[in-house]
């Protein structure tokens, strides 16, 4: 089983909301990322978890917030976000941050910002 | 991370072998290639990985040059399916993160 489930699937929200993208794992992986993708461009490195610590974050606004809970889940809390914003949001997992391991993504969530 | 240079984009008939050149003369001897792809809409997939030997699995094969400096994904029949953008990523030995380049958009024809 190598799948990263997200949810939801799509996203619609106004610009004074606060919401939340999931993510889960069940493969034991320890690190976990996000990554933003805007149409017609490649994924963009947002987030790193390792260990359920953050390792890396790529300058992103602070109205993105991820948080570790435990070893199996990722979120991302939204809040005051901007139209531009609007994208796909992928979230991924591999069994450490050492080399030679897989990255494995899922399918995203599609963001609006209204 | 290396910088990976791809071909904007590629044709290909389908039920030939599609071949996609990466260009990575800067890698560093621990550096591995990767290569995702995506589908449109869809997660990145994982296709296949090395360091310095050619690897083969059930969906293609990489050839990663003597020099390391450049390597070709392989996709010894392509089907209809396998239209997608095509990612070539050399990650650093001691940091998996992966940062995405522009990639190849292959199409493949009837």
Known sequence: DTEVTQTPKHLVMGMTNKKSLKCEQHMGHRAMYWYKQKAKKPPELMFVYSYEKLSINESVPSRFSPECPNSSLLNLHLHALQPEDSALYLCASSPDRLSGNTIYFGEGSWLTVV | ?110
């Open chain 2, 1 to 110: 991370d290396a910088k990976t240079t791809q071909p904007t984009s590629m044709d290909c008939a389908e039920g030939r072998a599609a071949n996609l050149p990466c260009n990575h003369s800067t890698i560093s001897g621990n550096e591995y290639v990767y290569w995702y792809r995506q589908i449109h809409s869809q997660g990145p997939q994982y296709i296949i990985h090395g360091l310095k030997n050619n690897e083969t699995n059930e969906m293609a094969s990489l050839i990663i040059t003597e020099d390391r400096k450049s390597s070709t994904l392989i996709l010894p029949h392509a089907t209809l399916r396998d239209t997608a953008v095509y990612y070539c990523i050399v990650r650093l030995g001691n940091n998996n993160d992966m940062r995405f380049g522009a990639g190849t958009r292959l199409t493949v024809k009837p």
